[in-house]
């Protein structure tokens, strides 16, 4: 048994220990462990991923304990997809925290935000629903203390929402695991992929109102409509870098989603036939048109990024929905871009308020270093609204190709398609009120221009859309590997025998159960 | 017993709802411990209700599932340390804006004023 596969959790949680012990201080050493720990964790990050690049699914079973009976991480091509794209945001992130400041705004950036990677890798790695419901919690904490880092009434009060809205899925959560557990009396995924399909069919109330409530605590995390009122005001007052970081946080709900709904309750099976295409498909629609909506109403550059979020996650949620391995593989694929193009929005959206008074869509006097800005807006705004070239683009017509010969296509190309064009104005016009007109306002000679942001913050936000650029030029192989990953889905087989026929301490529970 | 334990979960659920509901934080966080208290005792009636027998497998026919308790106590801990975390945020939240309401404020208090933190 391998070790290594622990490592993305181990290895932040020491780090975060270790910053508060040893480094509380001094913020130069803080940041120098920080960095070497989001390199070590991109580095194992893309080993487990080259380790499952070819179909392996990789089992830990902490403690030695076998399923069902322990807990066990599970790494196959999605997860450690997952942690792979975490492992590389988290990086770059931190990167911008460095160069712009903001770590040192107030103590514990560090140790948090490695807290908020363990608890991030975790929920990716886990075989285990209350495992899951752990690690989201251990994230959640995390982002509590992010989001509020540098305190602020404003940001404070938007906290208080933030913190109340994910408490109250938190105890969804538990009551939808004591249900499962009520019904199935397992809690470890392969085991309840096999365990629902025994319920006899006129016994299916108590785990269909389970499926329910997982499905309502995931939507929550990704923020589909009409759950997503938490979202707009947290992430628009969180911190520049974290409310980046926050980006990855939606796509855990569409992970939770994607694995929950195709490993345990996947469309064949018969009680919870109809959740997926009658309940999420609209919901997942309107969350679309409602997110770029939101694009063209706001009037604040933070909060116009942060209904984009809600936007692309529609868009991600419309692909799941289909439940097909066509429209799997596009959801991955735009989950990935999505997680790219919010998080450099965000930090372009840093820029801005670092180089002007405030984030306000209003005609102010040029900012500093607007040239460089305007060029990264340019380009991640095309990306988020989905036009040509960049892999926006891309991943909606991968979306609306899988959508094609489905029940649902008018719907879905209608709507993508007018949404596009709402997103589009709504960028366009945000963009030309920052960056044009600021030359019609005569810079008063009172107060002083601001500094121009530092060269690391360009550095970040240029390899996040190097990223998004690579993305695009690449999209044939990263395709072909995310309908790898879809056939895996749903051909769940090999996940099941590795996680239930493993030996381990109190080994073969099948034998025993028959 | 059964009927007893539901109806208190019911109970509490509801109140906890009701509360949850208001727009102050001090009866928003109640109805958030009492939301907790039903989803605790409610993890409990998960693993069937047994009374007067052990957690663990032995001679005797009946035993109680060990499992909700594990789950239950990871449970509580949480859930108590998120009450003390969003009783802080909150009282730092209130005594800020001198108000203690929980939804957003009206948008003409949004003046475009610079933001406190800005550089």
């Not at chain 1, 886990?126 to 959640?140: A, Q």
């Not at chain 1, 650029?469 to 090999?494: C, E, K, M, N, W």
């Amino acid at each position: 048994m391998t070790h290594w596969m622990i490592l993305p959790i181990v290895l932040p949680a020491f780090l975060a220990a270790f910053i508060v012990l040893a480094a509380n201080y001094h913020i130069q050493i803080q940041r120098a462990i920080s960095v070497a720990g989001g390199l070590g964790l991109v580095a194992v990050a893309a080993g487990l991923a080259w380790q499952a690049s070819d179909g392996t699914v990789t089992l830990y079973q902490l403690g030695d304990w076998a399923a069902p009976f322990g807990i066990v991480l599970v790494a196959d091509r999605l997860s450690t997809l997952m942690v792979l794209l975490t492992a590389v945001l988290g990086l770059v992130v931190m990167l911008y925290s460095i160069g712009s400041g903001w770590d040192n705004r107030a103590r514990h950036f560090h140790a948090l935000f490695q807290f908020q990677l363990m608890g991030l890798m975790g929920a990716f790695l886990t075989g285990d629903l209350f495992n899951l419901f752990v690690f989201f919690e251990v994230l959640l904490i995390a982002s509590y203390g992010l989001m509020i880092h540098a305190g602020g009434t404003k940001r404070l009060r938007a906290g208080v929402q933030y913190v109340l809205f994910n408490l109250l899925g938190s105890t969804l959560f538990l009551f939808a695991l004591g249900a499962i557990y009520a019904e199935t009396g397992t809690l470890n995924m392969a085991d309840l992929a096999q365990r629902v399909q025994l319920i006899s069919p006129d016994a299916t109330v108590g785990i269909r109102i389970a499926a329910v409530l997982l499905l309502m605590v995931f939507a929550i995390k990704a923020a589909v409509v009409p759950l997503h009122f938490w979202l707009p005001s947290s992430y628009a007052e969180a911190p520049a870098p974290v409310a980046a970081l926050f980006a990855i946080m939606t796509k855990v709900g569409a992970y939770a989603i994607i694995r929950v709904y195709t490993l345990i309750f996947s469309p064949e099976l018969e009680a919870t036939a109809g959740l997926h295409g009658w309940w999420l498909m609209p919901a997942a629609l309107v969350s679309l048109g409602i997110g770029m909506l939101g694009v063209l109403a706001a009037k604040r550059l933070d909060r116009m990024i942060a209904f984009s979020v809600i936007g692309s996650m529609g868009m991600v949620m419309v692909s799941i929905a289909l439940f097909t391995t066509a429209g799997m593989t596009a959801a991955l694929y735009y989950i990935v871009h999505s997680t790219l193009a919010a998080a450099a929005l965000f930090l372009i959206a840093d820029l801005v308020r670092t180089g002007r008074d405030s984030v306000e869509l209003t005609p102010q006097a040029p900012m500093a270093g607007g040239a460089l800005t305007a060029g990264f807006y340019f380009v991640a705004a095309i990306a988020m609204a989905g036009l040509p070239p960049l892999s926006g683009f891309v991943g909606k017509l991968l979306v609306l190709q899988a959508s094609f010969d489905t029940g649902d296509v008018v719907w879905v190309w209608a709507v993508i398609l007018s949404s596009s064009l709402v997103a589009m104005v709504g960028f366009a016009r945000a963009g030309s009120v920052l960056f044009w007109k600021a030359h019609s306002v005569e810079a008063s000679e009172e107060t002083p221009s601001p500094a121009a942001p530092a060269v690391l913050s360009y550095v970040a936000v240029g390899t996040l859309i190097a990223l998004l650029v690579a993305h695009t030029i690449f999209a044939g192989p990263i395709t072909r590997y995310t309908s790898a990953i879809s056939g895996q889905l749903f051909a769940p087989d090999r996940y099941l025998s590795t996680v239930l026929d493993t030996p381990g301490k109190m080994s073969k529970p099948s034998d025993k159960a028959k | 017993m059964e009927f007893l334990v539901a109806s208190a979960i019911g109970v509490l659920t509801a109140a906890g709802m009701y509360l949850v509901l208001r727009l102050r934080t001090f009866p928003v966080i109640m109805g958030m411990s009492l939301l907790t208290y039903a989803v605790n005792v409610f993890l409990f009636a998960s693993g069937r209700l047994t009374v007067g027998a052990p957690p663990i497998l032995g001679d005797g026919a009946t035993y109680t599932d060990p499992l909700p308790q594990a789950l239950v106590l990871t449970a509580i801990v949480i859930s108590f340390g998120m009450t003390a975390v969003i009783v802080m945020i909150a009282l730092g939240a209130y005594l800020g804006a001198d108000d203690d309401r929980v939804d957003d404020p009206k948008p003409q208090d949004e003046t475009p004023t610079k933001i406190e933190d800005a550089p």
